[in-house]
């Protein structure tokens, strides 16, 4: 099965600048790639996806890069605030629909 | 709020005892999923249902566990004979159906076994 591996576990920024955190996944059938922000006591919330057929997506202040060849996808936050501080999950899905998560990165974000 | 609620949100037990946590989907979704999360970990999946039907269930849901979706809109978790190891976050999601579809979580329900 799909195995996804997420690092660093845990980054500090200064406020303003930008994070970068990474993933690799194990499956090349995998063809969607979620990131979810979690905060203290809440459920993972969707920030931003990609499919397979494509190799950049952008919204705002934040950024997901696909390398399918070297199976591995990134989250750019860019302009990083206080409030961006949270636990991020990056997810791989096959067609069997049973989505993996990375271990997370706790970001924390210096004002 | 039209999102995924579960309920209770924390409960604590001893060991032993039965628990059954309910998750609401959003209505327009047709599959419902249950994953577990422990401390310091990414979700873990568990079970999903499309509509009332089980079509997929992880080799981490023991004997123990059962889920189900009576009339393909809420879904209940039991977790029959606790035992400590079940101490985790307990997360429902729902989704349309297909691959591409996004995965919309509750706030979880939190289980401690004493």
């Known amino acids: 099965g799909e195995n996804v591996e997420q690092h660093p576990s845990t980054l500090s920024v200064q406020e303003g600048d930008s994070a970068v955190i990474k993933c690799t996944y194990s499956d090349s059938a995998s063809n969607y790639f979620p990131w979810y922000k979690q905060e203290l006591g809440k459920g993972p919330q969707l920030i931003i996806d990609i499919r397979s057929n494509v190799g950049e997506k952008k919204d705002q202040r934040i950024a997901v890069t696909l390398n399918k060849t070297a199976k591995h996808f990134s989250l750019h936050i860019t302009e990083t605030q206080p409030e961006d501080s949270a636990v991020y999950f990056c997810a791989a899905r096959t067609n069997n629909n049973d989505m993996r998560f990375g271990a997370g990165t706790r970001l924390t974000v210096k004002p | 709020d039209t999102g995924v609620s579960q309920d209770p949100r924390h409960k604590i037990t001893k060991r032993g005892q039965n628990v059954t946590f309910r998750c609401d989907p959003i209505s327009e979704h047709n599959r419902l999923y249950w994953y577990r999360q422990t401390l310091g970990q990414g979700p873990e999946f568990l079970t999903y249902f499309q509509n009332e039907a089980q079509l997929e269930k992880s080799r981490l849901l023991s004997d123990r566990f059962s889920a189900e979706r009576p009339k393909g809109s809420f879904s209940t978790l039991e977790i029959q004979r606790t035992e400590q190891g079940d101490s985790a976050m307990y997360l429902c999601?729902?989704?349309?159906?297909?691959?591409?579809?996004?995965?919309?979580f509750g706030n979880g329900t939190r289980l401690t076994v004493t």
């Open positions: 999601a729902s989704s349309f159906i297909g691959a591409t579809s996004p995965l919309h």
